[in-house]
């Protein structure tokens, strides 16, 4: 498989073409699924294989649809799927016909246990704690999940509603996997300049944990060569509603590299290959150069890396242990 168009090189062959904020997961049984944003951006697509390997071929089924009009209608964004307390249930942000960029976060629960052959029931807007009046009341999207000591947490990102209209990073605990038990709190701003490359963006969290360490990956800047990958970390036994104790990182754990022929590297997911090998699964496009608005440049594919550790434990992302290069 070669790049849709763009520069080819022996690093950037694409794990899937075409398919931006890639999400992948393992299920209980071993089954790999993979989820992400479609071109047309108006549904949901899913896959399943028992190697990550086989995902790439693997037949993709629609399991929800965009509506008509109204709520869920335009901008099906970035889905992920979780499997959290026994059922599986997709996140997902989308707009409405009548007023695109108005994105808020929905939920999708499977009926049963195989979330490519069961019926999907829609469980509408996530709803926020009952004493926070803020969250989703402006543009919301790029909802992530992950567990902490027993605990879930919600990390997603909002623009404030007022000014240049940021993009911030929020953090939350979970009540349950449609509602949220704690008001709001700014996790991350974006602070610096290669987070504020056209538009002031923080957004598309990820989790990876290791040796007691929770490290958290996001998304900076607009969606063209600026768009790159930034990282929080904090201590499993900290407070993770308390910004002050995440380490933010000053420079991008992943940026754009001409040489090697990825441009715009972000919104990416993390899993682990059989033998418990760290993987990054990211979008990014093989050329610097787009005609009109970068959202509708469909050439955003769907890449795969394995995650190495350097001696003070933490992930270090490199475009040179990319999965399906060439030698």
């Known amino acids: 498989m070669t790049p849709t168009c763009g520069t080819h090189t022996p690093y950037n062959t694409p794990f899937i073409e075409q398919r931006a904020d890639p999400y992948m997961t393992r299920g209980a049984d071993g089954t790999y699924y993979f989820t992400a944003s479609v071109p047309a951006y108006d549904r949901i697509v899913l896959r399943g294989s028992t190697t990550p390997e086989g995902l790439r071929t693997a037949e993709e089924v629609t399991v929800w649809k965009a509506h008509e009009s109204g709520d869920m209608s335009q901008h099906v964004w970035a889905p992920e799927l979780h499997f959290l307390q026994g059922k599986w249930y997709i996140y997902f942000a989308a707009s409405r016909k009548d007023d695109i960029w108005r994105l808020r976060p929905y939920v999708l629960e499977c009926t049963g246990p195989d979330p490519l052959k069961d019926p999907w029931i829609e469980r509408g807007m996530m709803q926020r704690s009952d004493d926070d009046i803020y969250s989703f009341e402006a543009f919301s999207l790029d909802a992530t999940i992950f567990e902490n000591r027993g605990e879930l947490y919600y990390v997603w990102a909002e623009k404030v509603s007022v000014g240049i209209q ?54 900076a800047s607009a969606t063209g060569e600026g768009y790159c990958m930034g990282m929080l970390s904090i201590g499993e036994e900290e407070d993770l509603l308390d910004p002050r104790a995440w380490k933010k990182e000053k420079q991008p754990v992943l940026a754009s590299d001409g040489a090697l022929g990825f441009y715009g590297p972000g919104h990416n997911s993390f899993t682990k290959l059989p033998d418990g090998e760290d993987i990054c699964i990211y979008h990014a496009r093989t050329y610097a150069d787009i005609q009109g608005d970068p959202l509708y440049d469909p050439n955003r594919h769907a890449f795969v890396m394995k995650v190495l550790w350097d001696e003070k434990g933490t992930p270090v992302l490199d475009y040179h242990n990319n999965l399906y290069q060439e030698h």
């Open 166 to 219: 940021i993009s911030n990073l929020y953090i939350a605990r979970m009540e349950s996997p449609t509602k949220l038990s704690t008001a709001q709190v700014l996790l991350t701003t974006p602070d610096y300049d290669w987070e504020r490359v056209d538009i002031w963006v923080n957004e598309g969290p990820s989790v990876i944990k290791r040796d007691g360490r929770i490290f958290l990956t996001y998304s």
